[in-house]
């Protein structure tokens, strides 16, 4: 095996890099693009990428231009023409809509038509898998800076596309309140990314359906017994619920904030406290409704040994993309719990835009 890093451990670096501020290089065929995240830009950075020469843009997602009134010719996303002038400031106000209602008005914005896109939706999807606000920019050049990562375009692609394989790291004894006989199994992917865990109560059958629940991590919630959702309730209502049939496993996926991670979902209930519902606070940082991939709590289910679940949700998403997985769901057990007064509208828009069951 050669000490060299592989497509998939280059785009681990790339993630880090970015999420400290530094560029990252995209390479495809005889093309090469540089990327910086606008979170974290800085301005000696920005003045660096003025020595470069060429004419950079910004990248932004379709739901962040349509919330700023940009044009995105490319469909899913938008390439804004820079100031003259541009300015650290600036490229944050459209990047991030903390100011948003106090000044709407950023533009007029004037996107590209003309060109190639592919690398541009490219450095926002790595954005989104870094955790970091789905704004780049990006700056075509003829030749790579000394040091920096640089990734291949195609390679990079068909690593998003795909969930990268688990691994079983460990798994031990842990006594809960809910059931004595349970055991943590820690899964790692491949591409650097979060761990993942179940928690096995009992020892199931593999050859039945297993009372099973895909949990989302939520900080908020599962920790600190947050109002604004109903994710602890149900962690431990679904933990409770297997601890009395003697057998159950949860899937505890780390997929913070439906998987745009724990600052930006910080960010969106900023929004939510200016009047935006938990789906308009997601598009006005640039996300989709939902960004999680499920396919993960299959391939945890798989590793395991079960290939049949009785799903305890509420959402039918889950239910879809389990069966589009290969783990067949023989039922699905409904999980209501934890409704408040705080939390209801939170709760009504999960049902009305998101489908929920509830």
């Not at 997602?61 to 390439?79: C, E, F, I, N, V």
């Not at 928690?199 to 991590?217: F, Q, T």
């Not at 900023?270 to 009047?275: E, I, M, T, V």
């Not at 057990?333 to 409704?339: D, H, Q, T």
Request: glycine share 8%.
């Amino acid at each position: 095996m050669s000490l060299i890093p592989d497509d998939t451990e280059r785009l681990s670096r790339a993630r880090a890099d970015l999420r400290i501020g530094l560029p990252v290089v995209l390479r495809d065929q005889d093309r090469l693009m540089l990327m910086l995240a606008v979170e974290t830009l800085s301005q000696d950075r920005l003045a660096a990428l003025a020595t470069l020469g060429g004419t950079p843009h910004l990248a932004i997602t379709d739901r962040r231009a349509g919330t700023l009134k940009a044009r995105a010719y490319d469909g899913d996303l938008a390439r804004i023409q820079l100031p003259p002038d541009v300015g650290l400031t600036w490229l944050t106000s459209v990047a991030d809509p903390a100011d948003d209602l106090r000044t709407p008005m950023k533009g007029p914005l004037n996107a590209l038509r003309e060109g190639p896109s592919d690398m541009d939706r490219l450095s926002l999807r790595i954005l989104k898998s870094a955790h970091l606000l789905p704004a780049a920019l990006n700056l075509p050049v003829t030749e790579v800076p000394a040091d920096l990562t640089v990734l291949n375009a195609a390679a990079t692609r068909a690593i998003l596309g795909e969930a990268s394989p688990l691994h079983p790291a460990i798994s031990a004894r842990v006594p809960l309140a809910t059931s004595e006989n349970s055991r943590v199994h820690v899964f790692r992917p491949e591409d650097g990314g979060e761990d993942h865990y179940a928690i096995e109560i009992g020892r199931p059958p593999r050859d039945k359906p297993v009372l099973a629940r895909l949990h989302s991590a939520c900080f908020t919630g599962d920790i600190l017994g947050s109002l604004k959702c109903d994710c602890g309730p149900q962690l431990r209502g679904a933990l409770a619920q297997m601890g009395e049939e003697g057998a159950g496993v949860l899937l505890y996926l780390n997929q913070e904030g439906r998987g745009i991670g724990l600052a930006n979902k910080m960010r969106a209930y900023s929004l939510q406290d200016q009047g935006f519902d938990t789906v308009e606070a997601n598009h006005r940082l640039g996300f989709e409704d939902d960004e999680r991939d499920f396919r993960i709590g299959a391939a945890l289910l798989k590793e395991m040994g079960f290939s049949s679940v009785r799903l305890l949700t509420n959402n039918p998403r889950k239910i879809a993309m389990m069966e589009k997985a290969g783990v067949g769901v023989t039922e699905r057990v409904p999980l209501k719990v934890g409704e408040n007064p705080l939390n209801a509208q939170y709760l009504a828009t999960k049902a009305k835009k998101s489908g929920h069951l509830l």
